[in-house]
C-alpha cells in the first residue's frame, strides 16, 4: 500500500529530475524516521549483567544509526530506480516454453548434486567437517522440504490455509517415540505407522473442521496446533511432559546398526567404523522419502483427486456444480498433507544425535516457517518450495558460519541473533519483488498442443 | 410438433423463504423431457433461487421437486417418498427426489449441471483442464480412486484419453478449440460464457440449467448461442431449463415458457401464448392494463 501511494507521489512530482530526487528524498526520510523508531527500542538499549551481577543499560548507538541509515538508503534506490527506470516496470508474463528447457537442466543439476552431495562434502571439507554439512545443513533442509511439499498439497494445491501444520509433524515424531519406547519397534516399522496414524489425526482434525473457511480454518488448524502441543507437555505419564522421551531407537541399515561392533554396518561391509556413515545413510533416507514426496505429489497433480483439489481452490461452487464431493476432496488433501508431516517427524526424530523428542520442537513457529517457505517459495509450486526451503533453512544455519561478522561488529557480536530480523527481511523483499513467491506461475496437468505456464495473478488462492 | 412428452423435472409447491423474504412463493411448474423451458421475469422474481433450488444448492424451505428420467408413474415416487430415501437406482427405474439430494449427488447421481449468473469457471486452470474437471467422477472410477491411477494403470490412462477427446468435442462445438490451452480466465467474456456451457455438457446431464447465457453477448453470439443451445436439445438427449432477460433468445428457441413475479407464477405455456398475456406484459413494464396493448406491440417486434 504505502509503496504504491509512494510510487504515485513520485510519477506526480513535477516533471525532470530535480523534482522526483527531492521527492524520494523526502520519502526515504520519513523511512528513515520509521527505522529509527523501530530501532530504537529494539537495538539502542540492552540490558546486561556486569560482574557485580547487576543489570546495566547497554547503549548501542552506532547499531541504530547503522539500521538508519541502510534503511534510508534502500529506500532511497529504490524510488530512485524506479523514478528513472526507462518505462513503468511492464507486468510480469510468464515466459512460457523457452525458458522450459533451462528450468530443466536446473533441475536435473540439482538432482545429480543431491546424489553426490556427502561425498562431494567428504572430498572438500574432511569428515569432520562432512558431518556438520550434511547433517546440520543437507539433512535438516530436506526435512523442510518434504514438509513443505506435504503442506504445499493442503495450502498450495487445495487451497486450505493450514496453520498448525506442525501438529502431524509432532503426532509423527511422538507416534515412533512412543511406538518404539513401549512395543520396542524399530524405525522402518514405526515409520508407516507414523504416517497412518498423523493421516488419521488428519481426517479427524478434518471433519468438523472442513465446513469452516478462509480464516476461521486457519484459527481452528492454529488451535489444534497448540493443543497438540499442549497434551505434550501436560499428559506427563504418556509424553514425559518437558521432559521429552529419549533413547528412541536410532535407524538400522536394514537391521544392521550403525555401532562399532562384530554386527555393526562398518563390519558388515569390512569397512572402518565412523560415525558419519549413519549420517550419510540417514541424508538418502531423507532424500528418498522426499523424493517420493515429490513424485506422489506430481502424480497426483495429473489424477482426478488432484484436479479436484485445485478446481477446489478455484471455486469450490463450480465444484460441487459438478458432482464433485468437496468434503472428500479436502478430507484427502488434509489426509495426505498429515500423513508427509507424519514422516518427517518419525524421520525427525530418529535424526537427533541422541534420538530424544520434546515438545519444544513442535511450537507455532514451526507452523509458520513451514508456512513462510510454502508461500515464498510459490504457491503450488514443488521447485518454488524446494528453493524456499534452501534459503530460509539453509540462510539461518549459514548465520551460525559467519564468525567473521565479529571482526566488524566487536567481540560480542553473535549472527544468529539476528536470525528472525534476518528473516522477516528476507520475507518482506521477496514479497515485494514477486508477492507470489519465488515460482508464482503453474504449470497446467494436462495439454493439448502446448504446454503453458497460468500467469500466477490468474491462479486462485483458495478461500478455505 | 411431437406428441406432448413425459415430464422430466416436476416442481410442486416449491416455496423458499429467507428470513421474512419469500422468494419463491408456492409455485408449481414442469419441464418435459427434450424441452427447452424458460424461466422468465423481471429483476428479484426469484428465478435464480429456483434454480439454486433445483440443482440443490439450497434447501427450500417446503415443497418437492421430482425427477424422473424414465416414465413418470406416481405409485413409485409415493413408494420413494415413503421410504425416506432421496433417490431410486438404475435397475428400479431411477428416480430422484431433488429437495432430498445435496448439491453435488444431484449433479453426480440425477445429472442436471449447470451455469451460474455470474460466471463460474476455473480462471487458473486451462480451457482444457476445466473441462476434464467436469468428467472428474468417471475419471475417478476409472483411476480406482487413484490408487490404480496411481501407478499409472492402462485402464485410467484410456479413460484420461476419452475425456479428452469429449473435451475436443466440446471445445469445437462452442469454437473455442484453439484456446484449449490458454487459461479460462483469459478468456474473453462471451467465450467463458459458451466455456462454462461447454463445461456443464462435458458431465453428460439430462437436464441442462443455463442462468441467463445471453447476458452480456453481442447479437453475434446470442445467434451462435440459439443455434447451440438448439443443437444441444436435439442431438443430445439433453433438457434445458432456461432463464433469461433475452425476449428474442426466449421466443426463438424455448419450447415451454414459465413467468415469475413476486417468486408466484403469473404466467405458463407457449412462448406465443405467454408473449400475448396481459399479465406478463404488465410485471415487465409495471404499466396499467390500458397501456399493455401498445407496449405488447413493442415486445412482439
Ligand atoms: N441467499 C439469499 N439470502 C437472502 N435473500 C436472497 C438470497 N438469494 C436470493 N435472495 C432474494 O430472493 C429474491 C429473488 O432473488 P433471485 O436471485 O432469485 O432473483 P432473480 O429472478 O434471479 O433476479 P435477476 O434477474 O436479477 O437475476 C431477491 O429479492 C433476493 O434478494
Ligand atoms: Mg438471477
Redesign the pocket.
Known amino acids: 500500500m504505502a509503496t504504491q501511494a509512494a510510487d504515485v507521489r513520485v510519477a506526480d512530482a513535477p516533471r525532470g529530475r530535480a523534482g522526483a530526487i527531492a521527492a524520494a528524498v523526502k520519502d526515504a526520510s520519513g523511512t528513515a524516521l520509521l527505522a529509527l523508531g523501530l530501532s530504537f527500542p529494539i537495538l539502542a538499549l540492552r540490558t546486561e549483567q556486569n560482574m557485580a551481577n547487576q543489570l546495566v543499560l547497554d547503549q548501542r548507538w552506532s547499531y541504530v544509526a547503522i539500521a538508519v541509515l541502510l534503511a534510508f538508503l534502500a529506500r532511497l534506490l529504490y524510488l530512485l530506480r524506479l523514478a528513472f527506470a526507462a518505462s513503468p516496470p511492464a507486468p510480469r508474463i510468464a515466459a512460457p516454453a523457452a525458458d522450459r528447457p533451462a528450468l530443466r537442466l536446473l533441475t536435473m543439476a540439482g538432482v545429480l548434486l543431491l546424489l553426490v552431495y556427502p561425498f562431494l562434502a567428504l572430498a572438500l571439507v574432511g569428515r569432520a567437517g562432512a558431518i556438520k554439512w550434511i547433517d546440520n545443513f543437507a539433512i535438516q533442509i530436506l526435512i523442510y522440504v518434504m514438509l513443505g511439499w506435504g503442506l504445499n498439497i493442503v495450502v498450495g494445491l487445495a487451497g486450505l490455509l493450514d496453520l498448525g501444520y506442525v501438529a502431524f509433524y509432532a503426532i509423527g515424531a511422538y507416534a515412533f517415540a512412543l511406538l518404539a519406547s513401549h512395543y520396542d519397534l524399530g524405525f522402518w516399522v514405526c515409520l508407516p505407522l507414523a504416517g497412518i496414524l498423523a493421516a488419521f489425526w488428519g481426517v479427524l482434525l478434518g471433519f468438523p473442521v472442513l465446513r469452516l473457511r478462509g480464516d476461521y480454518l486457519a484459527i481452528v488448524t492454529l488451535a489444534f496446533g497448540e493443543i497438540i502441543r499442549l497434551v505434550a507437555i501436560n499428559w506427563v505419564d504418556l509424553t514425559r511432559g518437558y521432559a521429552g522421551i529419549s533413547g528412541v531407537p536410532r535407524a538400522t541399515f536394514f537391521g544392521l546398526p550403525f555401532e562399532d561392533s562384530d554386527q555393526g554396518f562398518a563390519a558388515f561391509f569390512g569397512l572402518e567404523f565412523a560415525t558419519i556413515h549413519r549420517t550419510i545413510f540417514l541424508f538418502y533416507v531423507i532424500l528418498l522419502m522426499a523424493a517420493i514426496t515429490n513424485w506422489v505429489t506430481l502424480r497426483l497433480r495429473r489424477l482426478p483427486v488432484g484436479r479436484a483439489w485445485e478446481a477446489l481452490r478455484e471455486d469450490e461452487t463450480a465444484c460441487r456444480s459438478l458432482g464433485i464431493n468437496t468434503t472428500n476432496t479436502k478430507l484427502t488433501a488434509f489426509a495426505l498433507g498429515a500423513m508427509f508431516g507424519g514422516l518427517a517427524g518419525c524421520f525427525y526424530v530418529t535424526s537427533r544425535g541422541q534420538g530424544f523428542v520434546t515438545p519444544e520442537s513442535f511450537t507455532f513457529m514451526e507452523s509458520a516457517l513451514i508456512l513462510a517457505i510454502v508461500v515464498l517459495g510459490g504457491l503450488g509450486s514443488q521447485v518454488g518450495v524446494a528453493i524456499a526451503a534452501v534459503v530460509l533453512i539453509g540462510g539461518t544455519e549459514l548465520l551460525r558460519e559467519l564468525d567473521w561478522t565479529k571482526s566488524i561488529f566487536g567481540r560480542d557480536f553473535e549472527p544468529t541473533h539476528y536470525r528472525m530480523l534476518l528473516f522477516g527481511l528476507a520475507m518482506v523483499l521477496v514479497m515485494i519483488w514477486k508477492p507470489r513467491g519465488v515460482i508464482s506461475t503453474r504449470i497446467p496437468s494436462i495439454f493439448l498442443k502446448q504446454r503453458r505456464a497460468v500467469r500466477g495473478d490468474l491462479v486462485g488462492e483458495g478461500h478455505g | 410438433m411431437a406428441a406432448p412428452a413425459a415430464p422430466l423435472l416436476t416442481v410442486e409447491h416449491l416455496t423458499m423463504r429467507?428470513g421474512g423474504?419469500v422468494?419463491i412463493d408456492d409455485l408449481s411448474f414442469s419441464a418435459r423431457r427434450g424441452d427447452i423451458t424458460a424461466v422468465i421475469?423481471p429483476?428479484?422474481?426469484?428465478?435464480?433461487?429456483v434454480f439454486n433450488c433445483v440443482t440443490g444448492f439450497y434447501k427450500p424451505t417446503s415443497g418437492c421437486m421430482v425427477l424422473s428420467p424414465g416414465e413418470r408413474s406416481d405409485p413409485a415416487i409415493a413408494q420413494l417418498t415413503a421410504s425416506g430415501r432421496g433417490w431410486r437406482a438404475a435397475r428400479a427405474g431411477e428416480l430422484f427426489l431433488l429437495e432430498r439430494m445435496r448439491d453435488f449427488q444431484i449433479a453426480r447421481r440425477a445429472k442436471v449441471a449447470r451455469t451460474f449468473?455470474n460466471i463460474r469457471l476455473f480462471p487458473g486452470m486451462t480451457v482444457l483442464e476445466n473441462l476434464i474437471v467436469a468428467q472428474h467422477n468417471a475419471l475417478m472410477r476409472a483411476s480406482g480412486w487413484t490408487i490404480l491411477g496411481l501407478f499409472g494403470a492402462p485402464g485410467y490412462r484410456k479413460a484420461e484419453r476419452v475425456a479428452v477427446e469429449r473435451a475436443k468435442y466440446w471445445l469445437d462445438r462452442v469454437a473455442l478449440i484453439d484456446r484449449a490451452d490458454d487459461p479460462a480466465g483469459d478468456l474473453p467474456y462471451g467465450a467463458q460464457r459458451r466455456l462454462e456451457i461447454a463445461r456443464a455438457m462435458c458431465t453428460e446431464p439430462q437436464l441442462l440449467c443455463l442462468d441467463e447465457p445471453a447476458a452480456g453477448l453481442n447479437p453475434r453470439e446470442s445467434a451462435d448461442l440459439k443455434a447451440l443451445l438448439t443443437s444441444i436439445k436435439t442431438e443430445h438427449a439433453t433438457s434445458i431449463l432456461l432463464i433469461e432477460?433475452d425476449m428474442s433468445v426466449v421466443m426463438e428457441i424455448s419450447d415451454h415458457v414459465v413467468v415469475l413475479d413476486y417468486g408466484q407464477k403469473i404466467s405458463d405455456g407457449t412462448p406465443d401464448a405467454v408473449r400475448n398475456d396481459p399479465k406478463v406484459v404488465a410485471a415487465y413494464l409495471g404499466v396499467e392494463d390500458e397501456e399493455v396493448e401498445q407496449v405488447e406491440a413493442e415486445i412482439a417486434r
Open positions: 429467507f423474504l422468494a421475469g429483476n428479484g422474481a426469484g428465478k435464480t433461487t449468473q432477460h
